[in-house]
Structures are given as structure tokens and as C-alpha cells.
């Protein structure tokens, strides 16, 4: 061609493992992550001052997400929500408003081990100047016991090393429990607080 052409030899790659670490407990990491595949969300129209909430489509969150559910709330699982917060959305990790931001990697441990459930994540993103986003990490702890015939106990902790509205970090730590009697009646138990840095008022 006059004048020559040159073609753009940039290129990237992404990473994904998958690995059991025992029969019951399985390990992902993910590295350069890329969710371009994951079906666009539905759109709606929103009116209020309140975020749109939107369903988890990434698969290497869905696997397991019941797990993360903290005091029996139904919320993203098909049925309403109730007022039980919700201390892990995520859909808060690669998103900042409404735009996309780059993961550069992260890990997670979901499964069982005898009457425990174990969950551990975390995630690293990027930098992204046209969200306003700075480079983040999300980590997560959930542990979750069994007890008596259909009842179970635990515990949840989360870290965002960049709190989304404040200067500093956000943590969030809760106890809950799901007690069930006889065939249709459950108790649902919970106790959560929140930490962020300059914030010392209730």
C-alpha cells in the first residue's frame, strides 16, 4: 500500500486455573481477567436515588454464590429481597459508576470440609481514570457451620482496601444463623457492623 501500512502487533492474555484441592474444596485464580463474554445486563430505567442492583452473571463468581448469602436474605437467587443488608454484592468487584474496571487478578476457595462451608476471595483491580477508580483490593471471608437437622451458623468479613464514597478503607464484619423447626418455619439471625476510616459516630 503507498503509503505502507503497518499492523498493530500489541496483544494480551488472560489466565484462568482451576484446581481441587480436595474432593469437596475447590480452588480459582484468575489473572488479566476478561468478562467480555458475559451477557449484557437488562436494561432499566431508574427514578429513584438509590443504585440499581443487577444479577451476578460472571461464572467465576456464581459458583458457590449461595454461600456468601449472609442471614438468610433471597436477594439474586430468583425470589424477592428482603431488608436483610447485603454485605457482599459482587458486582461491586470490576464495576465503578456503571462503568467497567480492569481485574488484574485474584483467587477464591469455596467448598466444604466436614460441617463447615468455607468461601475465601480475593480480588485485585486496576487502575481506571474514566470511572474514577483507583486501584482496589476486595477480600472476603466466609465460614458457615451446620448444626442440629436443617440449621446452620457463621460467620462474614469483608475488606475494600479503597472505601467506594470515603477516603480509606471499608470493612464489614457479621454473625448470622439460620435456624429451621418442623417443615416450613425458620428463624433468620443476624449481626453486622461496619468500619470506615473517619467515620467513629454510629
Known sequence: ANPPVKQDG????????KYGVTQNLTADFT??????????DEQQV??????LFFPEKRDFFLENQ??????????????????VPILFYSR????????EVPILGGGRVTGRMGR?????????????????????NFSVVRVKRDILRKSSIGVL????????????SNQVFGVDGTFGFFSNLTFATYLARTKSDGIESD
Open 157 to 168: 468479613a469483608t475488606n475494600r482496601s479503597k472505601a467506594q464514597t470515603l477516603a480509606g
Open 46 to 51: 431508574n427514578l429513584t436515588r438509590f443504585p
Open 116 to 136: 463447615y462451608q468455607i468461601g475465601l476471595v480475593d480480588m485485585q483491580t486496576k487502575d481506571e481514570p474514566a470511572a474514577a477508580a483507583q486501584s482496589t
Open 66 to 83: 449461595g454461600l456468601f448469602t449472609f442471614g438468610n436474605n433471597t436477594f439474586g437467587q430468583g425470589q424477592a429481597n428482603s431488608d
Open 92 to 99: 461491586r468487584i470490576g464495576l465503578a459508576s456503571n462503568r
Open 31 to 40: 489473572y488479566n481477567t476478561d468478562f467480555a463474554q458475559v451477557e449484557v
Open 10 to 17: 500489541n496483544a494480551d492474555y488472560g489466565v484462568d486455573v
